[in-house]
């Protein structure tokens, strides 16, 4: 199978010696002018794929940062529509790849079949969505594989090998670990089990590995080696912007 | 391996509402609550621990109770159906009961729940004590406010109640806090749904624990009668009281079921509880069902004056009975519920719960379309005790004296 733009987006930066860095930012954080700026500087920063979160009124997977931020979008009026109007127009300026990553309900409104063919023009190029795993994904994936967008798969410390295998077979992208067993946000430390999660997720998928949830440093990562091709931060880099800091600034330190 | 054809997820749909919208992380937990309905719930020896419980702790079977009042004014017989004189005073504890056995046997430590009138934490604080398990409770912090006696009967029974300041800080961002600590915790902790909402298997396990209410009225109706009830009507927040009532009389197309939302304050626009009746498909909290919701898919504030009612969707089996026809579903605004209230206290000396209430309005309000001599059974899902707060306030704010 050929390989998709966010594998090749990966494994690009890891033959260049390093880990792909996939920053994440609600759509329309920290307001809706600023946002697009922020992007633009985590591009500019070393971003291989940037995650879009799509702000939804109850998100059951995020913590209280995540929350916040993605409330206060919703009230100044950000929308799954808005995103993919405004990335459409701001698509051509941006080079890192594009995941949106949000709950499923704001996609189930919007049409799934109208989102995966409004998406695709919009150059998005992976979807997330923490609320639907392997029983439920079925009609989404079909309509995102009819426009070449991956539905990423997720697991998890408890997933077991063998729903990691059903996952295999269906899956594109990349596939996110997510290293605690919890909700988002930063953490110092991270289990003991993360690295013998992704060795066996190494084992099972032909694709490359992310890491998220959790991660506030590089140094973090210093103990899973080539365990990882990837890794996604959310919350720190919410908190960081949220400080009056610059989205440049927090990139600096991952390059 | 088709993963479109297994058994969970055939399982796991009403028509074509349901199935399992959570995180991955909380798939390994749901599938052993899974298991251990179909292998510890059905075995011989829990079904009568079960039951033992229910008769001797709880007060089973609760009686059908013919109104004689209000039956001889409406032209029309008039039963209620008494969960209010469950211990702890409502249907909640049937469900608690079951998933605290249930616990118990899977051997976990701690039960977890969320409340929004608080009926069902005192229900699961009260299973927890009485099993021998750590409880924690998470309630919006509005509720806490609304319901302080509730909280106070949590914390006496050893409960810890954790008020969640987020979101509208009312039971669907208690629901929202008690997954994310459930993800956290799975290994130690059975988190005891109090609805027939979220993900499967929790919409058949609750359904299955509250069936006890219809089986309880099909018998009693049947020897004090003679015949099935003509309606069975229950009010619809989460909608476990109801399906409770309305799953043994599914295959009797005599019966009519009626399923009774809050439509708030009634005017038009106001946030109300009626996620039927306002609202559209969606995901929520583990389930495609009916909920009341932005075009762009935000979850709209809900508002009864019922606490236990006051929740933006509904269990997915009610919104396929819905789509099947099979129930009725309508509603009556706060007003109506206080007006059948009063009535019931008035007439009958019984002080129904503001949820309870909503039932209630519905057959009073129709009393002109409900044949005479009818069978009507109204599921008094609960007392009205904890309710004297928000009723006194309504007093007082009429300018009437209390």
Request: hydrophobic share 40%.
């Amino acid at each position: 199978m050929a390989q998709s733009r966010l594998q090749q987006r990966i494994k690009a930066a890891n033959d260049a010696g390093r880990k792909a860095l996939i920053p994440f930012l609600p759509g329309g954080y920290p307001d809706q002018e600023r946002f697009w700026e922020e992007i633009t500087e985590l591009d500019k920063g070393g971003a291989d794929v940037i995650e879009i979160g799509v702000p939804f009124s109850d998100p059951v997977a995020d913590g209280p940062v995540v929350e916040q931020a993605s409330l206060a979008c919703i009230e100044s009026g950000v929308c799954l529509e808005w995103i993919i109007q405004e990335l459409t127009r701001h698509r051509d300026a941006i080079g890192a790849e594009i995941v949106l990553m949000g709950y499923m309900n704001p996609f189930y409104q919007y049409g799934l079949k109208r989102f995966a063919q409004d998406a695709a023009r919009a150059g998005v190029a992976g979807i997330i969505i923490p609320d639907v795993p392997l029983e439920e994904a079925a009609a989404f994936r079909a309509e995102l594989d009819a426009v070449g967008i991956d539905l990423i798969a997720l697991i998890g410390l408890n997933t077991p090998r063998e729903r990691m295998e059903q996952y295999a077979a269906v899956s594109s992208g990349f596939v996110y670990l997510v290293s605690v067993l919890g909700i988002t946000g930063a953490r110092d430390t991270l289990p003991d089990k993360v690295r013998g999660k992704l060795a066996e997720a190494r084992e099972v998928f032909d694709l490359p590995l992310a890491l998220g949830f959790g991660i506030k440093s590089p140094e973090q990562l210093d103990a899973f080696g080539d365990h990882l091709d990837a890794v996604v931060f959310g919350s720190a880099l919410i908190q960081h912007i949220r400080g009056g800091e610059s989205a440049a600034s927090f990139m600096e330190r991952w390059r | 391996m088709d993963i479109q054809k297994t058994a969970f997820e055939k399982a796991s749909y009403f028509g074509r509402f349901g199935g399992t919208f959570v995180p991955e992380l909380l798939i390994p937990p749901l599938t052993e609550l899974e298991e251990a309905m179909r292998t510890i719930m059905v075995s011989k020896e829990f079904q009568s621990e079960l039951a033992l419980l229910l008769r001797d702790y709880v007060g089973r079977p609760s009686p059908l109770y013919r109104c004689p009042n209000l039956s001889q004014e409406l032209g029309f017989d008039l039963f209620l159906k008494r969960e209010d004189l469950n211990h702890t005073g409502a249907h909640k504890v049937n469900n608690t009961m079951g998933q605290a056995l249930l616990t118990k046997y899977m051997g976990k430590p701690v039960l977890l729940a969320e409340t929004g009138a608080g009926q069902h934490g005192v229900a699961t604080a009260t299973a927890a004590a009485m099993m021998g398990l750590q409880c924690l409770v998470f309630m919006g912090a509005t509720d806490v406010k609304r319901q302080a006696h509730n909280v106070m009967r949590m914390e006496l029974l050893g409960a810890k109640v954790i008020p969640v300041q987020s979101g509208t800080q009312t039971l669907k961002d208690a629901t929202n806090a008690a997954l994310r600590y459930w993800i956290a915790e799975q290994e130690t902790t059975h988190y005891c749904l109090g609805s027939v909402v979220g993900p499967h298997p929790f919409p058949t396990l609750v359904r299955d624990l509250q069936a006890v209410i219809g089986k309880e009225i099909k018998a009693q109706s049947l020897e004090q009668t003679g015949v099935l009830p003509d309606y069975v009507v229950a009010c619809v927040g989460g909608g476990s009281n109801a399906i409770g009532a309305f799953y043994d009389f599914i295959e009797d197309e005599s019966v009519k079921l009626v399923g009774v939302e809050a439509a708030g304050t009634g005017e038009p626009d106001c946030y109300n509880s009626a996620s039927i009746n306002k609202g559209t498909p969606g995901v929520l909290h583990g389930a495609l069902t009916l909920l009341l919701q932005t075009k762009d898919g935000q979850i709209l504030p809900s508002h009864s004056v019922a606490p236990g009612l006051d929740y933006p969707g509904v269990g997915p089996e009610h919104a396929h009975l819905h789509d099947s026809g099979r129930a009725t579903y309508t509603s009556v605004n706060d007003e109506q519920a206080i007006e059948a209230f009063n009535t019931l206290c008035l007439k009958e000396g019984i002080i129904p719960a503001l949820e309870s209430s909503h039932a209630l309005a519905w057959v009073l309000e129709n009393r002109d379309s409900i044949p005479a001599g009818s069978r009507v059974v109204v599921n008094l899902s609960g007392r009205g005790d904890k309710d004297l707060g928000i009723v006194e306030e309504i007093i007082a704010a009429r300018g009437e004296v209390a």
